[in-house]
């Protein structure tokens, strides 16, 4: 089972039974839990481990008595504790969940919630989000496609965020029943995949504040949620079309990307300084964007944006370069490109 590439699929039935044995001993008989299954097997998750004995028609243990028997031999190793925010942190948490997070319900009672990054400000933001309710997972991980590594992190949380799970569409008429509520969501969303873009046109300084997404629908909540502030955003706008590919990576665009842009400079400042945003890299552009004035010159401005500009760039190859140490320091990981 520690060979890689294995699958009990095209095993010799003598071997899956001899296979099927030898795990109703360990489960059954020394009443070992899947996860104890999964880290004696090495490598391997207890998803997985659940997966092969359903394969080879062995029934677990159910989840009540194995989460019991755990409780009782003190074998959680890290508590879970139920969600307890505010209906502003729950909406911001949601619009964090349909930008950048993934969410799932791995078994009954558990929401497990897990994201990628190059950038240690998302670090900072998902640990300090989940933290205090679960132990947060941080492991590198190398990408074959594009031969670059980049850190997942992830956490098993109680029951009662099972809110996360809710699709935009589910969450809409909640959310608009008070704009304090539009506002957290929008700030989610935002530190999730906005953008506060300063830049030059003619030699005066731009201010944009813009929200991406595949999901159109989405994309207009994004511009109901904005105009119903009293802001005057572009209607989602399509900004590549399905089968673009990267510049840098050549990346294959599965859907259309789409955009909503507020761009009217002082409705954009003004719409920055209500958002209740908590990504580091976004609130230190949004200070330099609440200073400056319109009609300002590129030249006085330019040299703060690039400063801006090249210290998140620093960190994000420093923790590129962290990602790929720690990758690589696992001998199984030693030579990932030769990996299959």
Request: charged share 30%.
């Amino acid at each position: 089972m520690r060979t890689e590439g294995f699958s009990v699929k095209y095993m010799e039935e003598a071997k899956k039974a001899e296979l099927r044995r030898f795990l109703l001993f360990l489960h059954v008989d020394r009443g070992m839990s899947l996860n104890d299954v999964a880290t004696l097997v090495g490598n391997k998750t207890s998803g997985y481990t659940s997966w092969l004995y359903r394969q080879l028609g062995i029934r677990c243990r159910p989840f009540e008595e194995a989460r019991l028997k755990g409780i009782r031999e003190k074998r959680r190793k890290y508590e879970r504790k139920p969600f307890d925010g505010t209906e502003e942190d729950r909406a911001y948490l949601l619009g964090m969940r349909h930008g950048d997070l993934s969410v799932s319900k791995p078994w009954r009672g558990v929401v497990r919630v897990s994201t990628s990054t190059t950038h240690p400000a998302m670090a900072d933001l998902f640990h300090s989000l989940f933290e205090p309710y679960g132990h947060v997972y941080q492991h590198p991980r190398y990408k074959k496609d594009t031969k670059s590594y980049e850190w997942n992190l992830s956490v098993i949380l109680d029951g009662s965020f099972s809110f996360l799970l809710l699709t935009p569409m589910e969450m809409v008429d909640w959310v608009m029943t008070k704009p304090s509520l539009v506002r957290a969501y929008l700030a989610g969303l935002f530190d999730a995949e906005g953008s506060v873009s300063i830049h030059a046109s003619k030699l005066v300084v731009v201010l944009n504040a813009t929200y991406y997404n595949t999901d159109l629908e989405l994309m207009k909540f994004v511009f109901r949620g904005i105009s119903s502030l009293g802001f005057r955003p572009q209607r989602p706008y399509l900004e590549k079309k399905k089968g673009f590919r990267s510049p840098g990576y050549r990346i294959e665009m599965k859907k259309d990307y789409w955009r909503v842009v507020l761009g009217r400079f002082e409705e954009c400042q003004a719409f920055l300084s209500e958002l209740p945003i908590r990504h580091q890299e976004k609130i230190e552009k949004r200070s330099l964007a609440s200073k400056l004035m319109l009609g300002q010159l590129w030249s006085e401005v330019g040299p703060s944006v690039e400063q801006i500009k090249a210290s998140i760039r620093n960190a994000r190859d420093a923790f590129v370069c962290e990602a790929q140490r720690a990758y690589l320091a696992n001998p199984r990981h030693a030579h990932p490109e030769l990996s299959p």
